[in-house]
């Protein structure tokens, strides 16, 4: 299986402040001219939600603070100014091969 | 608009099964597949398997083979996850979620608000 390794953990950041969350895989994750890697956000008390698919496209609704960027191995999250409601764990998934697979997931906290 | 609603909460005893079914509305079923993800108490999520939502094919990771089976029913626009022989392992939530990849993972773009089982003897 691919294994999927997120850092930081724990992120505290303070509002308006940049952020960025690492995603290494134990594999290629580029085929077919994208790379298989998307990023989630899970709010407190909710359900897992799309922000970032096949390393770099903003899903719809997702403000532009957010981007993605990366390739093979190596991948990132960035945040260019933090707001409150930002806050929660995010995950990598690849999808290059089954079983996809989760990063273990960073906690993004507002100071 | 686009909704995916699960199923009530379920307590199982070890070794039972369980079904949990993901309602769908707001878009055309058939366009899409269904993955299935859980979450284990403070654990990352993990992938159950997914549906082709069009022709029904599905795929598994080996982990659950022969203890997971997820179908759907296109007239329902419902799809649906069973898992057999439950241990206290399982305990978790359990999200269903769209993909417009049909054929491909394309980034889960809806996700259901998640069904607790609980097992538990």
């Known amino acids: 299986d691919i294994v999927m390794t997120q850092s930081p953990l724990s992120l505290p950041v303070t509002p308006g402040e940049p952020a960025s969350i690492s995603c290494r895989s134990s594999?290629?994750?580029?085929?077919?001219?994208?790379?298989?890697l998307d990023w989630y956000l899970q709010k407190p008390g909710q359900s897992p939600q799309l922000l970032i698919y096949?390393?770099?496209n903003r899903a719809s609704g997702v403000p532009d603070r957010f981007s993605g960027s990366g390739s093979g191995t190596d991948f990132t999250l960035k945040i260019s100014r933090v707001e409150a409601e930002d806050v929660g764990v995010y995950y990598c998934m690849q999808t290059l091969q089954t079983p996809y697979t989760f990063g273990q997931g960073t906690k993004l906290e507002v100071k | 608009q686009v909704q995916l609603v699960q199923s009530g909460a379920e307590v199982e005893k070890p070794g039972a099964s369980v079904k949990v079914s993901c309602k769908a509305s707001g878009y055309t079923f058939t366009r899409y597949a269904m993955h299935w993800v859980r979450q284990a108490p403070g654990q990352r999520l993990e992938w159950m398997g997914w549906i082709n939502g069009d022709n029904g094919d599905t795929k598994y990771p080996q982990k659950f083979q022969g203890r997971v089976t997820i179908s759907r029913d296109t007239s329902a626009t419902t799809a649906y996850l069973e898992l057999n022989s439950l241990r206290s392992e399982d305990t978790a939530v359990y999200y269903c979620?769209?993909?417009?990849?049909?054929?491909?993972?394309?980034?889960?773009?809806?996700w259901g608000r998640g069904t607790t089982v609980t097992v538990s003897s």
């Open positions: 594999q290629w994750l580029h085929s077919n001219g994208h790379n298989h």
């Open positions: 979620a769209r993909d417009p990849g049909i054929a491909a993972p394309y980034g889960l773009d809806v």
């Open positions: 096949l390393g770099s």
